[in-house]
C-alpha cells in the first residue's frame, strides 16, 4: 500500500514583502512587524493600539485579519466579515487596486498586500491611529447575539 502525500501549497508570504510594500505608504502611527511564516505562513501588523494579520492562503490570497483593537481587546475579526459594517465600502470604485499575474507567485503575493495596504489606508485609517472603533464595536455586539 503507497502512502499518498499531503499537497501543501508553497507560500510566497515574507516579512520582507511587507516591509517593503507598507513602507511604499505614509502610516500615521509607528508599527512592528512580527513574522509569523514559520508556522503559520502570516506577517502580523502591531500598531500602536490594534494588531492586524496577513495570513497568506496558498492558490486563494492573503487573508487580512482583525487581531485587536483599543490597545489589545481581543477582536479576531475576519475582513469577509466586517465589511458589512464598513459605510460606503466599494473598494472597485474607491481603491487603485492592482490585479494578480498568475505566472509570478512572488510578484501575485506582493500585489496582494499592496491591495490590503490600499484598503487599509482607505478604509481603516481612523481604526488603525485608534480613533473610531464603530465598526469593530457593531461587529463584537453582533457576534455576542
Not at 5 to 12: A, G, H, Q
Not at 32 to 40: F, R
Request: hydrophobic share 35%; aromatic share 14%; glycine share 2%.
Amino acid at each position: 500500500m503507497q502512502e499518498e502525500k499531503l499537497y501543501i501549497p508553497k507560500s510566497y508570504l515574507t516579512l520582507q514583502i511587507v516591509r517593503d510594500v507598507m513602507a511604499e505608504f505614509e502610516w500615521p502611527v509607528s508599527y512592528e512587524l512580527i513574522d509569523e511564516t514559520e508556522d503559520w505562513r502570516s506577517v502580523i501588523i502591531k500598531f500602536e493600539t490594534c494588531e492586524i494579520e496577513l495570513q497568506d492562503v496558498p492558490d486563494d490570497g492573503i487573508n487580512l485579519t482583525f487581531i485587536s483593537y483599543k490597545n489589545g481587546k481581543e477582536l479576531n475579526a475576519n475582513y469577509a466579515d466586517i465589511i458589512t459594517y464598513l459605510a460606503n465600502y466599494n473598494p472597485r470604485e474607491h481603491l487603485n487596486l492592482e490585479y494578480n499575474t498568475y505566472t509570478d507567485p512572488v510578484l501575485d503575493i506582493t500585489t496582494s498586500v499592496r491591495n490590503d495596504m490600499k484598503n487599509l489606508q482607505y478604509y481603516h485609517i481612523d481604526f488603525i491611529t485608534g480613533t473610531n472603533y464603530s465598526w469593530a464595536e457593531k461587529y463584537l455586539k453582533e457576534k455576542k447575539k
